[in-house]
């Protein structure tokens, strides 16, 4: 079965189980700077159930919900830095990839699950293939202007 492109659909159903359990939603993103255990069961796609109700058995009232939606200014900004990397050429695969995630604008490629038992955060993840490119091109970004950063500081001392 392949993956959706968009993962609207999902959240409904993550919304209404969640709700089903009696459980409620903190609008919320658990970010990396908190200590954290990533559910893994690649091979169930509906393995986000059994992550809710590992929270309810945990006790916990409820469950942080976060999702991403491709922005088109978020994939312009990315599209912009991926040029000015590859100056002047500007036209590399990196960029390609890039232009065709404008078929994604609007779509949500993202959605993360949590919650906090005795100060851990427990969070499933789910995503869609050209969210996960997207994120690594965002990425690669990212590493080389902390190269480009480094070597000017580098320069300066």
Known sequence: MMPPNDLLSLKD???AFVEGHGMRRLPGYVGEDVPTVMWEDDA???SWKDFVEM??????????M???LLEKEDLELLLEELQ???????????????????????????IQLGFVYQGVAFLHESST???ERY???LESVDDFSDIVF???EDEDE
């Open 150 to 152: 480094e070597q000017n």
């Open 129 to 131: 293939p050209w969210y």
């Open 55 to 64: 929270a309810k058995a945990a006790g916990s009232p409820f469950v942080t």
């Open 44 to 46: 169930n796609p509906d």
């Open 84 to 110: 000015d990397l590859d100056y002047p050429h500007e036209e590399s695969a990196e960029v390609e990839e890039a232009q065709s995630l404008v078929n994604y604008v609007g779509k949500m490629g993202y």
């Open 66 to 68: 976060s999702d991403v």
């Open 13 to 15: 159903d993550m919304i």
């Open 135 to 137: 994120q690594q091109l």
